[in-house]
């Protein structure tokens, strides 16, 4: 009876091993299936970002005002009405965090009469059929808590859970949320960490929306091509591009040190005209530091960037979404226009966008009014569009 018994424990043990064995794969296969259907509804859904406009300055980057009179002006219904116009698809729209959930912030944590503002801006870019990326943008000190500890990420997972159940309302064809605008975190693997959880905090709050994961520094290419897809699927995967800085960050005051002195440096780059480089060249000033900015800028022209230069770099993010099976846009580029050459500055933004789009990633101008833009705009007059770039990006003169 003894052995009997034992022989019954074995073959009960066997068939609830068999079951759970069952049970764990028909888990793992609607796993696979419906990780394969986001892939799915992200490609489709990357096809209404194929041309786009970031705007910036508006409700982010504002250098602390985000008065109603500011940003009622800043970009108004006019504006976004010409987006549409000029044939573009969708807008990156930058919020930063601070405003959102700083002053008057109601149970859900979020400043209604400010992000009322937001929802009157998104709200007519939909009406002109006009998809929207909200962009969290925050300020370095933000970054520097989500980066150094515990309390910054909580902080920010509660943010997005609110941010997206507010706007999960609206047509989910029509907005995309963007994690975060360049994080700046050191650690890749923090990043990582922090990305997934925040993904898995939209995903609960909005189910049906589209996310746009980035890298864990600038969202570079080099940052793209770092990462590890996600185990969700309704993804898409978002890189920036600015190369070469030497051309499109000439004249800048920010950042590395040098960029200010230098204007008029041309593209596409041609070392064979001695001239024209010794001339951009000594706009450097000083002896030791200053050679070795000399010498920075001058791989510049010796490392022949030009269109297919561009191409072959933007070929490389292309390949990392065909390897992965995911789709990949490219949601900031652009060129300081306050010291370059209008017609070298036409030429790399059409090189950028041309690339771009034979390699069928979509992308974002940088940006509306901005320094980089692709119109310029009085105080209290109708923005006027640079023919020039919209030749540059193939879209329709006004």
Not at 345 to 364: P, Y
Request: glycine share 8%.
């Amino acid at each position: 009876m003894r052995r009997v018994a034992v022989s019954l424990c074995v073959v009960l043990a066997l068939v609830s091993g068999a079951r759970l064995a069952a049970q764990t794969a028909a888990q793992s296969d609607a796993q696979i299936e419906g990780r394969a259907a986001g892939v799915k509804l992200a490609f489709q859904r990357a096809g209404h970002l194929r041309r786009g406009i970031n705007a910036s300055m508006w409700f982010a980057q504002s250098t602390g005002d985000y008065s109603a009179a500011r940003t009622n002006s800043y970009i108004d219904e006019a504006d976004i009405q010409l987006m549409a116009k000029l044939g573009f698809d969708h807008v990156r729209l930058s919020i930063d965090p601070a405003p959102l959930t700083h002053a008057s912030v109601g149970a859900d944590g979020l400043n209604a009469e400010f992000l009322g503002r937001v929802d009157r801006a998104v709200d007519e870019m939909i009406a002109q059929g006009l998809a929207v990326i909200v962009d969290v943008h925050p300020e370095e000190d933000y970054k520097f808590r989500l980066r150094t500890g515990t309390d910054g990420v909580a902080r920010f997972e509660a943010m997005w859970s609110a941010l997206a159940a507010h706007f999960r309302t609206r047509d989910p064809k029509m907005i995309f949320f963007e994690v975060m605008n360049e994080p700046e975190v050191e650690d890749d693997f923090r990043w990582a960490g922090i990305e997934a959880q925040t993904i898995g905090v939209i995903r609960q709050a909005a189910p049906e929306n589209t996310i746009l994961a980035v890298g864990a520094h600038w969202d570079s290419l080099q940052d793209l091509l770092r990462l590890t897809p996600f185990s969700e699927g309704n993804l898409i995967y978002n890189f920036h591009f600015y190369e070469p800085y030497e051309f499109t960050h000439q004249g800048a005051g920010w950042s590395t040190g040098w960029w200010r002195y230098t204007h008029g440096v041309p593209y596409p780059a041609d070392d064979a005209d001695t001239s024209a480089m010794q001339s951009v060249l000594q706009e450097i000033p000083g002896k030791n530091a200053g050679a070795a900015d000399r010498l920075e800028l001058e791989r510049y022209f010796l490392d022949d960037w030009n269109a297919r230069h561009i191409r072959l770099l933007l070929d490389a993010a292309a390949a990392w979404g065909n390897a992965n099976g995911v789709p990949v846009v490219c949601d900031e580029f652009g060129a300081f226009r306050d010291h370059s050459d209008p017609a070298a500055r036409q030429r790399w933004i059409h090189d950028v966008r041309t690339a771009l789009e034979a390699d069928g990633m979509g992308w974002t101008m940088w940006d509306y009014r901005g320094n980089f833009g692709v119109v310029t705009k009085a105080e209290g007059q109708a923005a006027v569009p640079d023919p020039r770039v919209v030749q540059a990006l193939g879209l329709k003169q006004p």
